[in-house]
């Protein structure tokens, strides 16, 4: 009976040691579990140098930078036009023929000259039309430089000046690019649009540019050479303060930081972090200072990537 009793009480003991030993290796697996759980996901990337460029987008029309019309010195009716609209004409070329006939007189054929070289813009009369000193023939346009007209809006008119750079994109060429530079702007502003002209010259020697053409004209505002940049999503602010989370030995540091300019997708960082510096673009709601981090680079992944895909395309 006393032999069984210690059966029961050996077989209670080793129970209790076999409920603390697994209770004691469960709590050694939780805790391993939290602390992989605790690794907060985040994407990130290094803080690289970039020229950074602003800019204002505007339309505009081309127009040649001499537009002239054309007009007879005596009235008759048109006997003959001798160009056509589009063609090249020197200054001095004939390009109408007036008849100035008046009954009982009897009068040589008056001759109208091209005032400029250039382009014929347009005909503006018909063969045997009766005109005056004041009817308006034709348009010649000289077009080896040429003109971009746009409109500034008035809350930007003051970051437009004289002198700067401008890209130009029209239509018929959408994967070329016309330099120019501002070299005009209007004295008032228009009432009704509150919008200031601006014109921005444009050489134009292949002569590829036409007059009346409709064209995207990007005006560089602004420049920053060899910037210390971030990706906008990297910067999150407090107040008046602005901040950004780093990747030190796996574990998040936020740091403050001043910002620059922002152009596209990109700020410039003008203290608090330097150049290769790991920061957080995608996740950084989540993690606090010190929090361990589950890192994926954006920019070293999708670079991999990348060479992975050219050698599985070579043969």
Known sequence: MKRRILYIVFALIAGIVVYRLAQFTLSKFSQVEEKKVRKIPVKAVAVKRRDLVTRIELTGDIVGTEVVRVFSQVPGKVHSIRVKEGQRVSKGAVLFKINRDIVGMEYMLALVESPISGYIGEITVDRGMTISPTTPLAQVVSMYTVEAVIHVMEEKINLVRVGMPAVITVEA???????????????????????????????????????????????????????????????????????????????????????????????????????????ITLGHENVDEGSELLVYREDVDAAEEKTSAQKEKQP
């Not at 501002?182 to 444009?202: C, G």
């Open 173 to 279: 060429f959408p994967e070329r690019e016309f330099k120019g530079r501002v070299y005009k702007k209007s004295a008032v502003l228009d009432q009704v649009s509150r919008t200031q002209e601006v014109r921005v010259l444009i050489q134009n020697n292949n002569l590829a540019l036409k007059h009346g053409m409709f064209a995207n004209v990007s005006v560089i505002t602004g420049r920053t050479e060899d910037a210390v940049t971030v990706p906008v999503d990297a910067v999150f602010t407090e107040g008046k303060e602005s901040f950004v989370f780093t990747v030190f030995e796996g574990r998040a540091v936020q740091k403050e930081v001043r910002t620059g300019i922002t152009v596209e997708n990109f700020t410039e960082i003008t203290s608090g972090v330097e150049e290769n510096e790991i920061v």
